[in-house]
């Protein structure tokens, strides 16, 4: 059974860092490319980040980019994502998803789409506060 698990949020102050961490069991990462999106209080899910484990590829949105870093550990079948420089409006509940990718897929940068995502973690809450 394809399984998510998120783990490192907490609190932490403005200007500071957290990395997460997505666990993957069930399958490997190796045809999939994992997604990270947040959703705080009111507002939307955003799909930020999302890295291809084919080819290595990442993908931001302008929200994050230079600040976070997603990377792949396919030995250990996790993702972990880096956040540096955290603003109080990165205070969400972060999600990591999964979708099976296949062909031409494999070699193309991922797309921050969530409904190409078929598989989600439960949720990590991050706060940033003072």
């Known amino acids: 059974q394809l399984q998510l698990v998120e783990s490192g949020g907490g609190l932490v102050q403005p200007g500071g860092s957290l990395r997460l961490s997505c666990a993957a069991s069930?399958?490997?990462?190796?045809?999939?490319?994992i997604g990270w999106f947040r959703q705080a209080p009111g507002k939307e899910r955003e799909g930020f980040s999302c890295?291809?484990?084919?080819?290595?590829?990442?993908n931001y949105a302008d929200s994050v980019k230079g600040r976070f870093t997603i990377s792949t550990d396919n030995a250990k079948n996790t993702v972990y994502l880096q956040m540096d420089s955290l603003k109080p409006e990165d205070t969400a509940v972060y999600y990591c998803a999964a979708e099976r990718i296949r062909g031409l897929q494999l070699l193309r940068q991922c797309v921050l789409s969530e409904t190409n995502f078929g598989s989600w973690g439960q949720g990590t809450q991050v706060t940033v506060s003072s």
């Open positions: 890295i291809s484990s084919s080819n290595g590829r990442p």
């Open positions: 069930g399958f490997t990462l190796d045809y999939y490319v």
